[in-house]
């Protein structure tokens, strides 16, 4: 398969070969196609798929193809959660869109919003912008969408996690309810399957997971330790000076900053990202870390998609990710441009489903580490014993046969 069987129009085409790209990822491969019938799509895909092109080739020449408007509106509007991500897809529209007449801004906060209203009053077809901002140029009359076709929402659920989705709901009250709507999103809560579920008309649902395989030159291990155990067991680790340059990774806001105290606390230089943060903050962390000025950098899943450095050595799950495709997300972090990587993951008795999981995802059972000073010899035990009837717990099991009533040992 090449960009030459997707039917793209020639401008495309030429600039795809000028810039290097003659196959295309998966989820290229499927939306393309689908985009140009002017068909919505839920679309699953991690950052790194190529997701960005998937869109912004087919929204061009759609755009190019279509009659423009007398009012001279925009046409096409691409929502994103952060300033760095606008300023991303902006430049695909202009590597991609160099051969073609059409206009384009990014409007984001952080910035004096003057030079994007003085853009404004020019024609443009094409609007990315992070919701905040526009909402506010919006409220100021700057801004119309009256005249939007296309709708692109990326990152969806990243704009959950830092608190957009009203925003994102405002905006979408006030565009033409006539549209092609094309929705990104990694991962699926419930609040971004309902927002989907309420936006999409008979949508061309698309699914790009990470590999079912790891790299091979990481080397995994696990340590099973109680939850009120691993913060001393990370500072244990920690104590050896070789492991430098380490993402860890939290399951939620409140865990990052916690984890990011306790490390400083004991004089480690750390420091927390996630969507809570300003934006300003997120950048000076991570500039902090590629720097070597910050040693450990603890992230939430959706705030660590904007880390990319090659020659990070560590990546530890302080806490397992409850979608066992997450992993294989994480640990990609490290072992990359052909380095050697590490990744070592923590487990509590709750997380052991999560670890089921992951290693069936894997095909690979991950090694434990034992006899470290804050082992569990119980879970071990557990791991390696033939499942057996439960004994009586002396509680009856909740209605729908809950775990309520089970085991100790089945629990986990």
């Known amino acids: 398969m090449s960009f030459n069987n997707l039917q793209l129009i020639a401008p495309l085409l030429k600039a795809l070969s000028e810039a290097g790209y003659t196959t295309p990822t998966p989820v290229q491969e499927k939306s393309i196609p689908v985009i140009l019938q002017n068909r919505d799509i839920l679309a699953c895909a991690q950052t790194g798929t190529g997701k960005t092109a998937s869109f912004a080739l087919p929204l061009l020449q759609l755009l190019h193809q279509e009659p423009e408007a007398a009012n001279k509106n925009c046409r096409a509007l691409i929502l994103v959660p952060t300033r760095e991500l606008a300023l991303q897809v902006a430049e695909s529209f202009s590597d991609y869109g160099k051969y073609l007449p059409l206009k384009h801004v990014a409007i984001f906060g952080g910035v004096s919003q003057h030079q994007q209203v003085k853009a404004l009053r020019e024609h443009v077809d094409i609007l990315i912008a992070t919701p905040g901002r526009l909402l506010d140029l919006m409220n100021q009359r700057h801004v119309s969408l009256n005249g939007i076709k296309h709708l692109v929402l990326d990152e969806a659920d990243r704009m959950l996690d830092m608190g957009f989705i009203t925003d994102v709901q405002k905006i979408l009250y006030r565009m033409p ?7 990104f999103s990694a991962t699926m809560p419930p609040e971004i399957q309902h927002l989907s579920d309420s936006l999409l008309k008979n949508p061309e649902k698309i699914a790009i ?5 790891t790299v091979e030159l990481i080397q995994q291990s696990l340590y099973y330790t109680e939850k009120q155990n691993k913060s001393s067991l990370l500072l244990h680790l920690l104590k050896d000076e070789t492991i430098t340059s380490v993402l860890v990774f939290a399951r939620t806001k409140y865990g990052a900053d916690k984890i990011a105290k306790n490390l400083t606390r004991a004089g480690i230089r750390a420091a927390a990202i996630h969507g809570d943060k300003t934006q300003s903050s997120r950048q000076r962390s991570l500039l902090n870390f590629k720097t070597g000025a910050v040693r450990v950098l603890v992230a939430t899943d959706i705030a660590a998609r904007g880390i990319d450095i090659d020659d990070m050595g560590y990546v530890i799950n302080y806490e397992l990710p409850n979608q066992p495709e997450t992993y294989v997300h994480r640990i990609g972090r490290t072992g990359r441009a052909g380095a050697a990587g590490t990744a070592i993951s923590f487990c509590d008795y709750e997380e052991k489903i999560y670890l089921r999981d992951i290693q069936k995802l894997i095909k690979q059972t991950i090694p434990v580490v034992k006899d470290h000073p804050f082992d569990v010899p119980l879970m071990h035990a557990v791991e390696q014993a033939p499942a ?13 046969g809950s775990r309520r009533g089970r085991s100790f040992l089945q629990r986990i």
């Open 177 to 183: 309810a006539q549209r092609q709507t094309i929705f």
């Open 209 to 213: 997971t990470p590999p079912s395989t």
């Open 388 to 400: 057996q009837p439960a004994p009586w717990s002396g509680r009856k099991k909740g209605p729908g």
